[in-house]
């Protein structure tokens, strides 16, 4: 007896309705992002050019007893940073006839897409903020800006810029030569290097205002991590000290849960992507692996070696200018209603915060960051 076979085409196929998409980190400023001024990354609302203002403190010793004050006054510095937000945009399109052939929302799908294009645009724009240089007249970032235009950058802004372990691996009006200082021995980054570079700001003039300060005024600042460097410094025998013998007991200890570390004021976080602008090599990542007079962030190292950047700041490093915030707009008039599209759309400029050719609210530190 022959038993019946189905033909192929008669076989039942069955698709499920709903869809796994890849899944996106989210957005690890987005705890230090907001409209206060209190933030590491201010946002301020406009739809055209936004204009910030600076005001300096007053530097100068006054008069004293029966000194004549007028005329002995003080001029207060006033600087200005100028935001003109764009429009981003991105869309998905379809056809009726595909639309029909799988069971899930090809529609509904494209809006869950569309907005996290969105929050990694953000977040990538964010990056690139920190990593921007300026040198009075061009802002651009590692990867893009010439030689000259690096090294004067450095030079307006060696009081917050740190290459390794010593403020003396700072090459005098050449940041390539700063870089070529680090090497893998010395100038990874590590809990002193940490402290360090809060000393910096601490010092800093004009000032760096710290991210928070508690009722006995101690000062916190946050670093933003590259993920090489914060694996260097989990390895740090001083963090490791302080977690295993300082932190709670427990799993929901960093040694376990790899989550940001805390020393000496300092919170470190790390930020996977990052590396992705030193490494990448297509669109925006790679961003900063083209120095003008070097391979790259990625080899600007003694012997060639990989360079992390991580960012320590305080407050209103990046400015936000918001013009609009993310959208969707869903066409279904094209073609007669037979090419329905959903699109998202945007409108911001993220930029580093720089008064008088200086960056306000960060130390940039450099650091030796093979990848494994």
């Known amino acids: 007896m022959a038993n019946t076979t189905t033909a192929a085409e008669l076989v039942v196929k069955r698709f499920l309705s709903d869809f796994w998409k890849e899944w996106i980190r ?12 209190n933030n590491v990354i201010v946002i301020k609302e406009g739809r055209q050019q936004i204009e910030i203002p600076l005001v300096t403190r007053l530097k100068g010793q006054g008069v004293s007893g029966s000194s004549t004050l007028r005329g002995n006054g003080e001029k207060i510095g006033n600087y200005g940073l100028t935001l003109t937000p764009t429009y981003y945009r991105n869309a998905v399109e379809f056809d009726k006839e595909e639309m029909e052939k799988p069971a899930i929302d090809l529609m509904r799908a494209g809006r869950s897409l569309l907005m ?33 235009a690096n090294d004067t950058y450095q030079t307006n802004n060696d009081d917050r810029l740190l290459f390794g372990a010593l403020v003396s691996n700072l090459a005098a009006g050449d940041f390539t030569a700063s870089l070529a200082t680090l090497d893998n021995t010395a100038d990874k980054l590590s809990a002193s290097t940490g402290s360090l570079a809060k000393r910096l700001a601490e010092a800093a003039d004009p000032h760096i205002r710290p991210l928070r300060t508690n009722n006995d005024d101690e000062e916190y600042f946050i670093m933003f991590c590259d993920p090489y460097a914060f694996r260097d410094l989990q390895a740090d025998d001083a963090m490791v000290n302080a977690n295993r013998d ?16 805390l020393y000496d004021g300092v919170i470190y976080r790390k930020i996977p992507e990052i590396a992705d602008f030193i490494d990448g090599t297509t669109g925006t990542n790679g961003a900063w692996g083209g120095l003008a007079t070097a391979d790259g962030l990625n080899t600007a190292g003694a012997s060639g070696i ?19 915030r993310p959208m969707l707009r869903v066409d279904r008039t094209y073609d007669y209603g037979f090419q329905p599209g959903v699109a998202v759309e945007l409108k911001q400029d993220i930029q580093k915060s720089y008064f008088n050719n200086v960056q306000h609210g960060v130390v940039s530190v450099f650091t030796a960051a093979l990848k494994d």
């Open 26 to 37: 989210t957005n690890r400023f987005a705890r230090y992002t907001g409209t206060s001024n």
């Open 116 to 148: 996290d294009w969105a929050k990694e645009l953000i977040r990538d724009q964010d990056i690139d903020g920190f990593g921007a240089i300026y040198d009075g007249t061009t802002y651009a970032n590692y990867g893009s800006s010439e030689a000259g």
């Open 246 to 261: 300082a932190r709670e007991r427990g799993v929901n200890n960093p040694l376990f849960t790899g989550g940001d570390l």
């Open 306 to 324: 990989r360079v992390g950047v991580n960012f320590l700041c305080g407050q209103q490093a990046l400015s936000f200018g918001l013009g609009q």
